[in-house]
């Protein structure tokens, strides 16, 4: 058999909801096919193999350079989120390839500083140039560097924000980046401090576990258990309303507490005043974009330093 004959045949057990591999909506720039990898694949090996998901490794998920070695970074979210996915994809008979590769690229275009850092960079660029960021975009224009596949290129773009996914495998990554980051979040608070476990509002741990593993099976079979079979990926509503419940929990007293205060003061100050610097040295936008959004915490914080 062919390779393109192997992949049909392997694909014939898919959900018919799933995206097919030899099926994609092709690159911006048309390339010859591998024939030992499907165009998903293809998509993973250069996401991996490129400078920004090395860097996320550099970039933290909450807190700004914390001392420790067991904090989330956005490489390790990342991770966590591919990982996730890949099970929920597989349970319900969708494409795993195309999952993985949207769970490891979806936050390509992640600021230095967490969302502290996305919020600073895209206040400088509207007050200087009328022009918003947003990671998801930033993401998306990292793709598009590497020609990866149209289908990538939506799962990336609509993991957050207002549109939804074509497929079913964005729909997932963009679910799970959720069930991913509250939980790790939860751990990462409690481990700095910032919350104890007897802090987490009691109705949602009732309904979602005791800890971070527990909760994250549930979801999981929540997610599975209402989406198979059917068009979409949903959650069941005592289970949904309860994870969006700690969710906002967690905005309020961890993403935008009175502890954070101090860390998106800093990231507001370093990123201002590199901005400023590549202003005054006459860099355009996008160069001042791409360069700010691919640095990593540390070199962010040094940078700033020798101003």
């Given amino acids: 058999m062919s390779f393109d004959e192997t992949i049909r045949a392997r694909e014939e057990s898919l959900s018919p909801f799933a995206v097919r591999s030899l099926e994609t909506h ?56 591919t990982a996730i996915s890949r099970v929920v994809a597989r349970a319900l008979r969708l494409n795993e390839d195309l999952t993985e590769a949207i769970g490891l690229g979806h936050d390509m275009g992640h600021t230095p500083f967490g969302h502290a850092g996305e919020d600073a960079l895209d206040d400088a660029v509207q007050e200087r140039f ?91 079979h929540d997610i599975v258990e209402s989406s198979e079979g059917v068009d979409d990926i949903r959650q069941s509503p005592d289970v949904g309303e309860a994870m969006l419940s700690l969710r906002a929990f967690m905005f309020e007293r961890v993403y935008l507490g009175p502890q954070a205060a101090p860390e998106h003061e800093k990231a ?17 936008v996008d160069e001042i974009v791409d360069y700010i959004a691919g640095m990593t915490d540390r070199f962010a914080l040094t940078y700033a330093d020798s101003l």
Avoid: W
């Fill in 130 to 220: 009328s022009r918003r960021f947003r990671h998801n975009e930033q993401s998306l224009r990292i793709a598009r560097s590497l020609n990866l596949t149209h289908d990538f290129c939506d799962g990336i773009l609509t993991h957050t924000g207002e549109r939804e996914p074509e497929s079913l495998e964005g729909k997932i990554v963009r679910l799970v980046d959720r069930v991913a980051y509250i939980n790790h979040d939860i751990d990462d608070a409690v481990r700095y401090g910032l919350l104890s476990e007897d802090d987490l509002p009691r109705e949602e741990i009732a309904i979602l576990g005791d800890a971070g593993s527990k909760r994250i099976d549930r979801l999981v």
């Fill in 26 to 81: 092709g690159r911006e720039l048309s390339e010859e096919p591998c024939g030992v990898r499907t165009e998903f694949q293809r998509d993973r090996d250069r996401i991996v193999h490129s400078k920004p998901f090395r860097r996320l490794k550099g970039k933290t998920q909450v807190f700004i350079d914390p001392e420790g070695d067991h904090y989330r970074t956005r490489m390790t979210h990342t991770l966590e989120t």
């Fill in 268 to 284: 507001h100050e370093v990123i201002r005043a590199i901005f400023d610097h590549l202003v005054e040295r006459g860099d355009n």
